[in-house]
């Protein structure tokens, strides 16, 4: 069985009662939990003038990241979809305050009024259908959507994530740009196989200079980004790829038809086709296929 949590089960049923009073109590993750949060506040870029923000905290789960937005400062509002971790949160007198629900949904928040977002290893959970409705493109663009709405002109978000392939990648980042979001990929100390972060970095509004994306950490402190809406750099390196919004929106193959039409041969096969899958289908005659005339 694979190792990561969002294969294994549905948030809210992976993480019960035992499962999140066992992460919580792992002073690992909570160091993990804490160094994330840290990254992720350090790229909003909130001004610095000592004023405490409102931020949101998605996927928030018992509340870890939640201590260090307090330690900053700022107000924070929480969501998650596990009512355990919630009850935990509850039980560790979290500063927030904390909301029941599917990010996969949208947020319903009154737009315009969250000065920042962050989320630590949940949006890769909305790539799963764990459910017969879920469908992975609305649920996300229900999410980008609805976050859009809620921050105000300017605002960020950051979001920390392990995706599980490129094309995951590039479907999370395709949908954040279709809601209206500017900016791209963060990915801190990419070539090593224990440091390396990955970080969406998403601004509320059109592209301009400060929607630029921020400068990723390195081992020799060496500058590597991946931008949506910076093209000046060609590698194909993964790590260093540039993602186009056109390359995700590839036009569906047409049949291949002729100016006549359908040809026989091909109506033959398709209804010898239907026939072994047991469908009734009318016989084979000379007028199979032929064009019938505009007017009788």
């Known amino acids: 069985m694979s190792s990561r949590p969002e294969l294994q089960a549905p948030p809210e049923i992976f993480y019960d009662d035992v499962e999140a009073r066992k992460y919580t109590s792992s002073s690992r993750i909570v160091g993990i939990q804490a160094e994330l949060s840290e990254r992720a506040i350090e790229l909003l870029a909130l001004p610095d003038d000592d004023v405490p923000r409102l931020l949101l905290d998605i996927g928030c789960g018992s509340g870890l990241s939640g201590e260090t937005i307090s330690e900053h400062g700022h107000e924070w509002i929480g969501l998650d979809i596990s009512k355990s971790m919630l009850d935990v949160a509850l039980e560790r007198e979290a500063d927030g305050d904390l909301i029941l629900g599917d990010m996969g949904q949208g947020l319903g928040i009154r737009p ?146 002729t100016k006549k039409g359908k040809t026989n041969s091909w109506v033959l096969q398709k209804k010898e086709k239907m026939r072994s899958k047991g469908n009734v289908v009318p016989p084979d005659s000379k007028y199979t296929a032929r064009k019938r005339k505009a007017r009788f």
């Open 112 to 257: 315009g009024v969250i000065d920042g977002a962050i989320s630590i290893s949940a949006v890769q959970w909305l790539c799963n259908a764990d459910k017969s409705c879920h469908e992975p493109r609305l649920r996300l663009k229900a999410f980008f959507g609805s976050l859009y709405r809620c921050l105000g002109r300017g605002a960020r978000a950051v979001f920390q994530l392990y995706p599980e392939n490129n094309a995951q990648r590039e479907l999370i980042l395709s949908y954040a740009m279709r809601a209206g979001f500017a900016g791209g990929v963060v990915i801190d100390y990419p070539h090593s196989s224990k440091k390396r972060k990955e970080y969406l970095v998403l601004t509320c509004g059109p592209p301009s200079m400060s929607t630029t994306t921020p400068n990723a950490k390195g081992e020799d402190e060496n500058i590597c980004s991946d931008a949506a809406d910076d093209d000046d750099d060609g590698s194909e390196d993964e790590e260093n790829q540039t993602v186009c919004i056109s390359d995700r929106h590839r036009p569906r193959k047409k049949q291949k038809i």
